[in-house]
C-alpha cells in the first residue's frame, strides 16, 4: 500500500458507510501495530492474534463511536487494545482458577540449552507485563500511546479527551508506577519501595 497517498480520513468516512473495503484497508494498515501492542502486553502470538480480532470486530461494530484524531483511528485502536487485554487477562484469569482444581501432572525436567538464561529473560518480561497490568487503564493509556507509540502530546490528549497538563501529569505519575511495579515485580524485597515506604539507606524521600 501507498502510506504516503493513503488518505485514512476518507477511507474511514466510508468504513462507517458499511464499506467492507475500505474497513480492510484500514485492517492491513494498523494490524501490525495493534498485534504489537496486544503481544506486548501478553506476550504470547496466539492470544495477541485473538486481541487484535476482537479490536477490530469492536472497531467495525461500534463505528459511529471510533475517535479519529489527526487523521487517524490507530490511537482509538490502542486504547482498545488495551481494554481488550485487560477482559482477556481477567477470563484467562477464571480459566486457570479452574484448572487449577483439576489434578496436576508431574512436571518433567527441561533438558534444553541454556534454559536457565530463557528463564530469567521470561521473569524480566512477564515483570515488566505484570507491572504494566498493575496501573490503572489510564495510566496504561498514557504510557501506551506516548512512550510505545511515541504519539505528539496533543493527539493524546485530544485521544483521551483531557488537557496536554494533563497528559504530561498522569504520563509523570504513570512512569513512576511503572518503574516501582517492574523493580518490585524483579525483587520481591523492593515491595516496600513500591509502596511508597523509605528505603533501608539514604532515609527516606
Known amino acids: 500500500m501507498d502510506t504516503e497517498r493513503f488518505d485514512e480520513a476518507a477511507a474511514w468516512s466510508r468504513a462507517r458507510e458499511g464499506d467492507s473495503a475500505s474497513f480492510a484497508s484500514l485492517f492491513d494498515r494498523h494490524r501490525d501495530r495493534v498485534f504489537g501492542q496486544a503481544l506486548r502486553l501478553l506476550g504470547a502470538r496466539h492470544d495477541a492474534e485473538d486481541v487484535t480480532a476482537v479490536v477490530f470486530l469492536e472497531a467495525w461494530r461500534r463505528r459511529d463511536a471510533v475517535r ?24 484467562s484469569r477464571r480459566y486457570r ?13 527441561d533438558s534444553t540449552p541454556d534454559v536457565d538464561d530463557a528463564l ?38 485530544a485521544t483521551l479527551r483531557v488537557p496536554i497538563g494533563t497528559v ?9 508506577r511503572l518503574g516501582d511495579l517492574t523493580l518490585a515485580g524483579l525483587d520481591p524485597a523492593a ?15
Open 120 to 157: 530469567d529473560n521470561r521473569g524480566r518480561d512477564a515483570a515488566v507485563r505484570s507491572a504494566f497490568a498493575g496501573l490503572p487503564p489510564r495510566d496504561q493509556d498514557v504510557i501506551t500511546l506516548c512512550i510505545l507509540e511515541e504519539m505528539p502530546l496533543a493527539d493524546v490528549a
Open 168 to 176: 504530561k501529569s498522569r504520563l509523570s505519575r504513570a512512569k513512576r
Open 191 to 205: 515491595t516496600e519501595i513500591a509502596a511508597g515506604r523509605p528505603a533501608l539507606e539514604g532515609g527516606a524521600e
Open 68 to 91: 479519529m484524531v489527526d487523521g487517524s483511528i490507530i490511537a482509538w485502536l490502542l486504547v482498545t487494545t488495551n481494554y481488550t487485554v485487560r477482559n482477556h487477562t481477567r477470563s
Open 97 to 109: 482458577n479452574a484448572l487449577s482444581k483439576l489434578s496436576q501432572p508431574a512436571p518433567q525436567p
